[in-house]
């Protein structure tokens, strides 16, 4: 199959979706690549790497996109790439289209085959190509607060982990799932007291046996969230349901419970954000300040980390890749949580609440890939 993968065009986005390891042996099983000049270059992967990887090199994304019929990206399109979208190509990449009206249309009118990493699971009813992301924006989310803490980035001046004889800060972690268990860790380790809320009474068992007092586990109720808000300094919103707009965990009026300078980090906003105040930032400008809290939003956290980012992504992605590469749509027939990620096909969405909301044609998913 020829595969392609284009050079990303999101702002301050440079992740490349296969690094020159994965693209080798893609090629050695017989599989045509093809890699847009420049696609890895700015974290070390230059066009010479793919090349001795057995790829060909194309100078326009254009051309890129019209000679593939898979084509494997990191985020999803952008309004410029739009137009490379036909019926006869295979995409795939994160696309969170709970949060993109547009690309939800463009997708249908289109009638492009679109799978989406983030809701693609195993046979354990995970999500193996969300989680090394999330592993990551986790773990930045904190390094991103403790930076946000500082007074000259608009925050309270406070150390995370404090200094002796002086308290640490305290971070409140919404959702126990891999990005929260990871930003957990993270401000675990730098020496922050530690809360973290969940609404699975076995997961919050499940965290307490594994961290026992070092971290302090609630049921996620409005009332505990409220009764922590006052002396939190970080709250990292990290909630996700799949396929969905994030739900909304912190109204306007709940921030008047904040104390000036200290810092919301919103993990979902590529899910539309779970705080109400949350709109998507870039790390080029990756802060706002609402009532005197910092609000930390940007829609491609790992992003920041591009190149430890990219090694995660392929190493997940690889035995999908060749499935897709070996099998085409055969590959979602034979197994229905690969299956899961099938987001559109032949001008329909897979049914889901926001396909109704954006009132775009909708089908069931054993539907979706019979039509």
């Known amino acids: 199959m020829k595969i392609g993968v284009p050079k990303e065009v999101k702002a301050q986005e440079y992740r490349v979706a296969l690094t020159p390891a994965?693209?080798?042996?893609?090629?050695?099983?017989?599989?045509?690549?093809?890699?847009?000049?420049?696609?890895?270059?700015?974290?070390?992967?230059?066009?010479?790497?793919?090349?001795?990887?057995?790829?060909?090199?194309?100078?326009?994304a254009a051309e890129l996109w019209a000679s593939v019929q898979l084509l494997v990206k990191v985020k999803e399109p952008q309004p410029q790439?739009?137009?490379?979208?036909?019926?006869?190509?295979?995409?795939?990449?994160?696309?969170?289209?709970?949060?993109?009206?547009?690309?939800?249309?463009?997708?249908?009118?289109?009638?492009?085959?679109?799978?989406?990493?983030?809701?693609?699971?195993?046979?354990f009813g995970?999500?193996?190509l969300l989680a090394p992301m999330s592993e990551i924006?986790?773990?930045?989310?904190?390094?991103?607060?403790?930076?946000?803490?500082?007074?000259?980035?608009?925050?309270?001046?406070?150390?995370?982990?404090?200094?002796?004889?002086?308290?640490?800060?305290?971070?409140v972690v919404i959702g126990g799932g891999v990005v929260g268990i990871n930003a957990a860790r993270m401000a675990m380790g730098l020496g922050a007291?530690?809360?973290?809320?969940?609404?699975?009474?076995?997961?919050?068992?499940?965290?307490?046996a594994l961290y026992g007092p070092a971290l302090k586990t609630l049921y996620a109720s409005e009332q505990n969230v409220l009764e922590l808000l006052p002396s939190a300094d970080v709250v990292v919103g990290a909630v996700l349901i799949p396929g969905?707009?994030?739900?909304?965990?912190?109204?306007?009026?709940?921030?008047?419970?904040?104390?000036?300078?200290?810092?919301l980090v919103d993990v979902a906003i590529d899910q539309g954000g779970c705080f109400e105040t949350s709109r998507a930032t870039t790390h080029a400008e990756p802060t706002y300040v609402i009532d005197g809290v910092v609000h930390y939003c940007v829609a491609n956290i790992p992003g920041a980390v591009a190149r430890t980012s990219s090694q995660a992504l392929t190493n997940a992605l690889f035995p999908y890749v060749r499935h897709l590469?070996?099998?085409a749509l055969k590959a979602l027939e034979a197994d229905n949580n690969f299956a899961e990620g099938l987001s559109a096909h032949k001008g329909s969405l897979i049914s889901g609440?926001?396909?109704?909301?954006?009132?775009?044609?909708?089908l069931p998913l054993q539907q979706l890939l019979k039509h």
């Open 22 to 60: 994965v693209v080798k042996e893609l090629c050695q099983q017989g599989h045509e690549l093809f890699i847009e000049k420049n696609a890895g270059s700015a974290i070390g992967y230059d066009d010479e790497l793919y090349r001795q990887a057995g790829a060909t090199i194309v100078e326009q």
């Open 81 to 123: 790439e739009y137009a490379f979208l036909r019926e006869d190509l295979i995409l795939f990449a994160y696309l969170h289209l709970a949060a993109e009206p547009e690309l939800s249309r463009a997708l249908v009118d289109s009638k492009v085959t679109a799978i989406a990493f983030e809701t693609v699971r195993d046979s």
């Open 126 to 128: 995970k999500l193996p």
């Open 137 to 171: 924006a986790g773990r930045m989310s904190i390094q991103a607060a403790a930076h946000c803490l500082e007074k000259s980035q608009g925050g309270s001046g406070l150390l995370l982990g404090g200094v002796p004889g002086v308290a640490p800060a305290k971070v």
């Open 193 to 208: 007291d530690v809360y973290i809320l969940d609404k699975s009474l076995e997961r919050l068992r499940e965290l307490d």
């Open 244 to 263: 969905a707009a994030a739900p909304k965990l912190l109204s306007r009026a709940m921030l008047a419970e904040l104390a000036s300078g200290s810092v």
């Open 325 to 327: 590469a070996d099998s």
């Open 353 to 362: 609440d926001f396909a109704e909301l954006f009132e775009l044609p909708a």
